[in-house]
């Protein structure tokens, strides 16, 4: 595809069900970001990787947040037993570079979830 | 801990005046800064790095590290210049993640 793909671009839950959310990567980018951005707040950072590798995963909140990127391609976001706190827009990001060296970050359109 | 703060939501301007987005950071480190942007109905995107020292869409951003600054400027607003602008800043010690700013959005009015 020509740009970050991500799926699905709507989704709306019951408290207490488990979602998880696609991100497909720019072919042949190594690093991969995900953010969760709320109402009026900016991109708040939850875990990138690079390759399959998770480099940091300092910003998921808690034990229900997970993510991988098993074939260091396409990553899932998964988040267990939602609450209406998790409302939010998820953004993916991937990068060409890695590490020091600095790539620009391409963004896809993003995951809105709401949480009922 | 490292932080970057946007201090205005909304700035409103008109068409031809100069604008300047106010971004200050936070970090013990050697600092990189970018600022993205996300116009109606389109992705977030790269505007600028201060790496680059380049002028894009007519901004200009200038990293003042005893300030602590990396403020964005434009002398000449023009209407297709209103979005949401985001100032970030990418750590590179440790971990390579970027941290966003709350963002600002620019109204240019006619």
């Known amino acids: 595809g020509a740009g970050v793909s991500q799926s699905p671009r709507y989704k709306v839950t019951k408290r207490g069900q488990d979602v998880a959310l696609r991100c497909d990567p720019i072919?042949?980018?190594?690093?991969l970001y995900w953010y969760r951005q709320a109402l009026g707040q900016g991109p708040e950072f939850l875990t990138y990787?690079?390759?399959?590798?998770?480099?940091?995963k300092s910003g998921l909140p808690n034990d229900r947040f997970s993510a991988e990127r098993p074939e260091g391609s396409i990553s899932t976001l998964t988040i267990q037993r939602t609450e209406q706190r998790d409302s939010a827009m998820y953004r993916c990001a991937s990068s060409l570079e890695q590490g020091i060296n600095t790539g620009e970050l391409f963004f896809g359109e993003g995951s809105r979830l709401t949480v009922l | 801990a490292q932080r970057v703060t946007q201090p205005e939501k909304l700035l409103s301007v008109f068409k031809g005046a100069p604008v300047e987005l106010k971004c200050n950071y936070s970090y013990s480190g050697s600092p990189e800064l970018f600022w993205y942007v996300q116009y109606s109905r389109q992705r977030l995107q790269l505007l600028l790095r201060?790496?680059s020292r380049e002028s894009i869409k007519g901004f200009t951003a200038d990293l003042n590290k005893g300030e602590t600054s990396f403020h964005l400027k434009k002398p000449f607003a023009q209407e297709e210049d209103s979005a949401m602008y985001y100032c970030?800043?990418?750590?590179?010690?440790?971990?390579?993640?970027?941290?966003f700013g709350t963002g600002t959005r620019l109204k240019v009015l006619a």
């Open positions: 970030a800043l990418k750590l590179r010690s440790g971990t390579y993640k970027y941290i």
């Open positions: 201060h790496i």
């Open positions: 990787f690079n390759y399959e590798a998770q480099q940091d």
């Open positions: 072919s042949g980018h190594v690093s």
